[in-house]
């Protein structure tokens, strides 16, 4: 019998794809509780290079990995989620959208970061003082283009 392309999205649809209640913990913890649930989970070392080639070269496999990413004093950074080794991922900031429409830079940030909300508004607005990993400040200039680099917070 040969396996079809709805039969495999199918498979993949009943497996848990991300964990929201881990943002913020410990990073360690967090890749212990995933492996006791039968979930391959690695840390991110921080390198730019691409993950080893030893992990997930099998598509099917690869989107199987969770890569975690160490934030302030070993926070996970962001919500683990299936699939989702970046080489910036770790980062804090995004200076590549300084001048880009607004409404585009979110629309990258939220992709490129699984659960951040953007908050947004005219050059310098006031902030809250409480430092967050699932927020990022969104300057914007008069013309509706990013002013100053988003970034966590």
Do not use: C
Request: aromatic share 8%.
């Amino acid at each position: 019998m040969a396996v079809s392309d709805e039969n495999i999205l199918n498979a993949f649809a009943k497996i848990q794809e991300a964990w929201p209640e881990f943002e913020g913990e410990n990073i360690h913890d967090v890749q212990k509780q995933l492996e006791m649930k039968g979930v391959k989970a690695l840390i991110h070392d921080g390198s730019t290079t691409p993950p080893p080639s030893s992990i997930g070269t099998d598509a099917a496999v690869w989107i199987q990995d969770v890569w975690l990413y160490p934030g302030l004093e070993d926070q996970v950074l962001g919500i683990p989620a299936r699939g989702r080794w970046h080489p910036d991922r770790a980062k804090t900031g995004w200076p590549e959208l300084v001048g880009t429409p607004f409404k585009e830079a979110a629309k990258i940030i939220t992709a490129e970061q699984l659960g951040v909300k953007v908050v947004y508004g005219p050059e310098g607005f006031i902030r809250l003082q409480d430092y967050r990993l699932d927020r990022v400040f969104l300057d914007d200039d008069k013309t509706g283009n990013v002013a100053l680099v988003p970034r966590l917070g």
